[in-house]
């Protein structure tokens, strides 16, 4: 378990560096709330996009953004419900994003899911 | 800012004008559809997404807000698709809203490409009725739209397309279609009158009811050639005005049977006896027409009579009454019209031979009375005319002449519904079997001798109120067929044939 921590962990620096490239602001790392976790949250002009870092080691059995199942979708949102009210965003845009790391490909998408 | 754009809903028949908003804003990425849509209206968000992207667009991450207006009409469908998405492209900047008034509908594929809608002709018509500058349908709707005047229809083939149109990349015709067009393609069948040999005074019945419209009851054995006979009623309907067609479309199209083109044929429809009462009369929790509906301005054919749901018999009353039904339920009420010519065909009793020259009849008194009692005396009574089909003798049947073909018979009835058009030109009708209570004596007008002839028959046959108008429309159609002025008694004794059944049972 420590070790899959370790591997997360660098791939979401990976994925900041990749999105910091790219002009995004990155607002938060690791965002908790009641337990509950996003990897990122990134902002862009009137943007704003919580973002779910997912690595696979090979796209073999799917891609990556295939192993984000309901439940953590569930906890993305509620995590946004609460960030826009603690930060007062509500004239801003939510999107929700994913970005799939596998066999040295990084895919930034963002709408990956809808409210 | 706010896209409108103008689509519709189906309400029974009717069209309704229907205002398809879309608002994109900041905030959570959503999707939301209001204004009472039903679940085929909801899937849509999923069609209009995929659809949008396939043809080369970016589907916005922004929140989408699509208002379906009036909010308390019940929109069901999957028409606005089409308006949806383009409503979200006009928002999203892609497309510049539309400077003309169209009126837009269709289903989107997720590939983009537009789909047959149901209801396309009653769109056209409340496009007329708004004045809109033109219609956006599916190519597969175009030809049922066009034929109605007055409306520019520009049909196509995908998303794609549309955009293209709208921005002005391409240049669309509208599309016209004739009606007459329609009509040389018809007279093409593959039976015949002169198929079935024999059975002239069937035949005679026959012609008399669809010159005039009037009801019709076969009784006979089994194999006799009811069925036969009826099959080939189709071949000698007379072609439909483009008014009447128009009309039928519409039931048609609401149905979703209409297939890219107007129905310039009249209606034949022989429901299998199995048939429900909802789907014979039209009926649902949101009322949708039956068959007698469907056969509106054509016949309806009931094979195996005594077969049906007692309840559906029953139920045709009203319609064969008044050539309408009318559909109530708690949400709303719904006027169908439903102008058929009854053709109806039944044994005489359960083993089918009772009164056969051949063979004897295995039934018991009671067998037959409770075969016969299936069909109430109010609608045996709504019948105009009710013949006896005896079998056809062996010499008949080796004739080599054949008999009148279609195209004859399709002739002589066309002329007798010319004078019936003539004659009741002013008049809400236009069939002597539709002729109205009160203008009855007008039309209808019989000599002295006539009328004691008549009052001798209802003496005799203990024949009804009812039966006695009934009489007077078939003379006054047999009269016509003679091209006579007045009924004659000759004209009269032949209508009083036709209701000798009254008196058997």
Known sequence: ????????????????????????????????????????????????????VKYRRSDSFGEPKEFVNENKKRNIKMIAKYYISSKKLFDKNITFGIISITNGKINFERGFFQW | MVTKLFSSSIEGLDSRGVEVEVDLSNGLTAFNLVGLPDSAVKESKERVRTAIQSSGFIFPLRRITVNLAPADIRKEG????????????????????????????????????????????????????????GIIIPEKNANECAVIDGVTVYSFESLFEVIQFLKGDIEKSEVKVSYEKYLEKLNKYTTDFSDVKGQYLVKRAIEIAISGGHNVLMIG???????????????????????????????????????????????FRNPHSSISKIGLLGGGTYPRPGEISLAHRGVLFLDEFPGFNKDAIEGLREPLENGAITISRSKQSITFPANFILVAAMNPCPCGYYNDPT???????????????????????????????????????????????????????????????????????SENG?????ELERYCKVSVQSEQLLADAMRLYKLSARSYKKILKIARTIADMDSSENIKENHLSEALNYRILDREI
């Open chain 2, 434 to 438: 539709d002729i109205a209570d009160r």
């Open chain 2, 221 to 267: 054995p089994p194999g006799a050639g009811k069925s036969m006979l009826a099959k080939r009623i189709l071949t000698i309907m007379p072609d439909m005005t483009l008014d009447e067609a128009i009309k039928v479309t519409r039931i048609h199209s609401v149905s979703g049977l209409v297939n890219n083109e107007i129905v310039s044929e009249r209606p």
């Open chain 2, 78 to 133: 999957s028409s606005y698709d089409l308006p949806i998405a383009l409503g979200i492209l006009i928002e999203n900047g892609m497309l510049e809203p539309p400077r003309k008034k169209y009126l837009i509908a269709g289903e989107l594929s997720l590939n983009g490409e537009l789909r047959k809608l149901s209801g396309g002709i009653s769109l056209a018509l409340l496009a007329r009725e708004m004045k809109a500058d």
């Open chain 2, 359 to 429: 063979h004897e009849c295995r039934c018991s008194i009671s067998e037959i009375q409770r075969y016969r009692k299936k069909i109430s005396g109010p609608i045996m009574d709504r019948i105009d005319i009710h013949i006896d089909v005896q079998p056809v003798p062996v010499e008949d049947l080796q004739k080599k002449k054949a008999g009148e073909n279609s195209k004859e018979i399709k002739e002589r009835i066309e002329n007798v519904r010319k004078i019936q058009r003539l004659r009741y030109k002013e008049e809400q009708f």
């Open chain 1, 1 to 52: 378990m420590k070790d899959k921590r370790k591997i997360g962990k660098k791939y979401e620096e990976i994925a900041s560096q990749y999105l910091m490239q790219h002009n995004w602001k990155i607002l938060e790392k690791n965002y908790t709330f009641h337990h509950k976790e996003v990897d990122l949250i990134i902002q862009k002009e009137d943007e704003i996009c919580l973002v779910e």
